[in-house]
């Protein structure tokens, strides 16, 4: 089952410390927390991370944001900012960094798997392969794929819900589910989350 990877870039020790604790209880792996720019481009280089949570702040300057722009032109992961701010001021400031989100501290448990679940799937939906096709998702699993279960992996890597699917194929949701059940158990995936990294995986293989 693929675990999804986070880098953590947070300067409060015992912030990064709860959202290590928060993430670890579900199927997050965290590949290292950094305090400081210097930690997360080290991170960065010698880890591979699935996505990365950002402090804006690090100490006294935004080094969030020159994190995010070496990730941007390096590394090509989403990233979500971490921030006790969400004034107008601090978003036009990050906004050209295309993050794929805001955390605002204080935050809760469910705010954030939320983020990372969305964040991660619409990454994916921003970066399409011109290869992904039948032929080169088969080639990486050892169950292959029917030409319908591709059709609907297709949609849900598209975001469509369960719902929109059986409408479009004129078929039960319970048809879906069948289906989306054996995506996952031929891709080694247990969430739509996990789904979307495992994709992300066999296409840069």
Known sequence: ??????????????????????????????VGIAHSKADAL????NTSPDISLLDINLGDNTDGILIAEIINETYKIPFLYLTSYSS????????????????????????????????????????????????????SIPNKLTQKEFEVLLDMY???????MADKNFVSVNTIKTHVQKIYEKLDAHSR?????????????
């Open 1 to 30: 089952m693929a675990k999804i990877n986070v880098l953590i870039v947070e300067d409060d020790p015992l912030i990064a410390e709860d959202i290590r604790d928060l993430l670890s209880r579900v199927n997050y792996n965290i």
């Open 42 to 45: 080290n991170l960065l280089r």
């Open 88 to 139: 107008k001021v601090i978003l036009d400031k990050v906004k050209h960094t295309l993050p794929m989100g805001y955390v605002v501290k204080p935050f809760d448990e469910a705010d954030l798997f939320t983020a990372i679940e969305i964040a991660i799937s619409n990454y994916s939906l921003f970066n399409k392969s011109e290869n992904f096709t039948i032929e080169t998702i088969n080639a």
């Open 158 to 164: 598209n975001g469509c819900s369960n719902t929109e």
């Open 193 to 205: 989350a996990t789904f979307i990294v495992k994709i992300r995986q066999l296409l840069q293989t």
